[in-house]
């Protein structure tokens, strides 16, 4: 199964809903670039993604995504190649802020999620 980091240029988008690229990176580390356009959980399991890595995420989103078999690691923030390498030395974890909550929205609002 492939990983999948929600970027924003070269760091991580400060929200899954304002994502402008996902990185994929499959079993042997290979990456690739690809632009989400509509429904993101559609996008992600048409990839074969098991993992996603993203920063601010929605609970009911979060919850969407798990029950697609989609492991969510929220919370995690800063430029994408240093987040990619520590989820290779198995070093990278979760933030404790990630709900869209945080920021004055509820489930459904952030833009692009559903």
């Known amino acids: 199964m492939k990983a999948a ?4 240029d070269s760091s991580m ?4 809903g304002h994502a402008s ?5 499959d079993e042997d580390a290979r990456r690739e670039r690809s632009v989400s356009v509509g429904n993101i959980p559609l996008f992600l399991k048409r990839r074969q993604v098991g993992t996603l890595i993203c920063s601010g995420i929605g609970s009911c989103m979060k919850d ?4 697609m078999d989609i ?8 430029d994408a190649d240093e987040v990619i390498a520590r989820y290779l030395a198995g070093t990278l974890v979760p933030g ?3 709900s869209c ?11 692009g999620t559903f």
């Open 71 to 78: 492991t969510v690691i929220p919370g995690v923030s800063g």
């Open 5 to 8: 980091f929600a970027v924003s």
């Open 101 to 111: 909550a945080d920021h004055g929205r509820t489930c459904g609002e952030c833009p």
């Open 13 to 16: 988008a400060p929200s899954l």
């Open 64 to 67: 969407l995504l798990g029950s």
């Open 96 to 98: 404790e802020k990630y």
């Open 21 to 25: 690229a996902f990185i994929l990176l």
